[in-house]
């Protein structure tokens, strides 16, 4: 890390947001944090008076663009990126308003390849830095239930390994993490309004379990980090042969339905 290297987070007030901050503020990096919810936003400012604080609406396309430019434009050297904000309307697809489906698209996918693009070009420019995305398993097993999500992540998951290959001659690294079902807010909230049963197989990891991950990628710079580690050779095989979770969805969703229901009971929703 350079002299008052700067560390991006959109997300930044949602739990994996905070706990990524909180890594790189140890790790003594000046932090440029962005979200829609200014509350939390507010939080983050009491707890880091010398942040970057930027309330974007990522899918209001002027700021959207906005900060894009911000960033691309920046004199900082911006010299870590961690694209994490996301967002899910869990339920079959054929009762999901088009609306539900844009929001997903547009939060997941489109506004994180914008941020992408715009930190492409300002560390290429720098010849240096590291833009770490969230993805999930969902860019490697489309799940009933989550199509739109599912979309949303292999879509970005396209950008993330083309991408990567381009500025690799340039010093710059990309990675992407891809956790199972992670204990969050937005978890609880599927596990009890339609989301698909197999997010519960496994015990969701833990925001812990992807700053761990986080930080392997920050040693390593590899292009993909599965979390648990175990999952990637199993979500690769799927996703080369999709056809297989066709067949073994019945079971799965039974064994993946025992398993919601032991977290929500273990959970109190």
């Known amino acids: 890390?350079?002299?008052?290297?700067?560390?991006?987070?959109?997300?930044?007030?949602?739990?994996?947001?905070?706990?990524?901050?909180e890594l790189f503020h140890s790790q003594g990096y000046q932090l440029w944090l962005t979200d829609v919810d200014q509350q939390g936003l507010d939080k983050l400012q009491a707890l880091y008076p010398n942040a970057i604080i930027d309330r974007t609406d990522l899918v209001n396309d002027e700021q959207l663009e906005a900060l894009c430019h911000k960033l691309e434009s920046s004199s900082h050297n911006i010299e870590l990126a961690y694209i994490n904000a996301g967002v899910s309307y869990p339920g079959k697809i054929v009762d999901t308003s088009r609306r539900d489906i844009d929001l997903q698209l547009n939060i997941n996918m489109r506004s994180a390849c914008h941020f992408n693009h715009a930190l492409a070009r300002k560390m290429k420019a720098q010849s240096n830095g590291h833009i770490i995305n969230t993805l999930s398993t969902a860019a490697m097993i489309s799940l009933p239930e989550g199509a739109a999500y599912s979309a949303s992540k292999f879509g970005l998951r396209g950008f993330v390994i083309a991408l990567a290959a381009e500025l690799k001659p340039y010093g710059v690294t990309v990675s992407g993490i891809y956790p199972n079902a992670i204990d969050t807010p937005m978890l609880r909230y599927e596990a009890v309004n339609g989301g698909s049963a197999l997010n519960f197989l496994d015990e969701p990891v833990t925001p812990d379990d992807i700053i761990k991950a986080i930080q392997k990628a920050q040693r390593g710079k590899k292009l993909e980090y599965f979390v648990p580690a175990k999952d990637t050779l199993t979500a690769k095989l799927i996703c080369a042969f999709p056809g297989i979770l066709n067949r073994l969805y019945p079971l799965l969703e039974g064994m993946g339905e025992k398993g919601r229901q032991k977290y929500i009971r273990s959970r109190g929703l």
């Not at 350079?2 to 994996?16: H, K, P, R």
């Open 1 to 21: 890390m350079t002299t008052n290297s700067i560390a991006f987070i959109s997300g930044a007030a949602g739990g994996l947001g905070q706990a990524a901050a």
